[in-house]
């Protein structure tokens, strides 16, 4: 039997445990729901029918993680702020990994061509992380640069104002579009996601989506991109997240619209053009389970590079 790693994917709504061989073959486990004041239950939860093969176990979590043993900070579930779930000690390890870390390592992975990247998990938050020659730049937390200085701006999860993620991260999104459906007396189809709703509404050239799109998506999103790209000069972004990948299809004009207000804003409008998109599309986000698997067999045998 092949060795796998148990990797454990906290999401907002509960944890998610799946299996990867060294192979790569993502294996369904079970999923459970967040308890109202408990992290040593997680704990207890990644342990569940545990193969003999198992080498590790990671977990995967939103926010600031340090020394791939503690959660400093998770801006989703605060459950986890402070938690020690690393644990090297046991008859199993345990690290902790941030989640765009897993994302951006699984990339890597499955577009090995790609050796200077940045990778993107639009959401229902923003996922950033910088993968060159073999490593992550750093544990940034790009979906928290500043795009709206202003006092008016939306506060953002973090609890600042003008976050990239508190604009064109999908739960920002759907509070939004939610609260301007309702002010202009319509209904959202419920068998439609608002963000879906809005794409529909924009390809229907409905004055509030065109608007949004126009003259708070597309630039803020120039924004973003272009800082970071006047800043580091990149080849290429791989997207993933399922509201990034949809609204990209089902607006195909929403990746000019991007690049040409990146240009607006960038000493070399030439800098946007070398910049080439790639879309990740992967069932279940089996990447960022291989992607935290990696990881977590770097560290068991000690080759992955420290964060600068």
Known sequence: MSRVIRVIECGGQGPRAKDVDCQNKVIDAFEGRWPDNDTE???TFGRQGLSP?????IYSVAGMVKDHSTVVKCPN????????????DGDIPSFVCNDMESSVTGMHVLF??????MGITRSSGIGVRIWKNGEILSDSEGGHMCVDPSRSAPVCGCERRGCAEAIF??????????????ALGAKIPKDIHPCGWLDICYNKKEPWATNYYEEVLAPAMGIFLANIQALLRLPAIVWKGKLGLRSFKDVPQLESMVREEMKKRI?????VDELKFYFLECPKDHDAYIGAAEVARNLLYNTLPEAE
């Open 169 to 182: 991260g999908g739960e920002a999104m759907t509070r939004f579009i939610v609260k301007k459906i309702e």
């Open 112 to 117: 090995p061509e790609l050796d200077y990247f």
């Open 267 to 271: 000493i070399n409008p030439a800098w």
């Open 41 to 43: 239950w997680l704990k």
């Open 77 to 88: 579930i605060h459950l986890l702020d402070g938690a020690q779930l690393g644990n090297q």
């Open 53 to 57: 093969e198992t080498e590790a176990i």
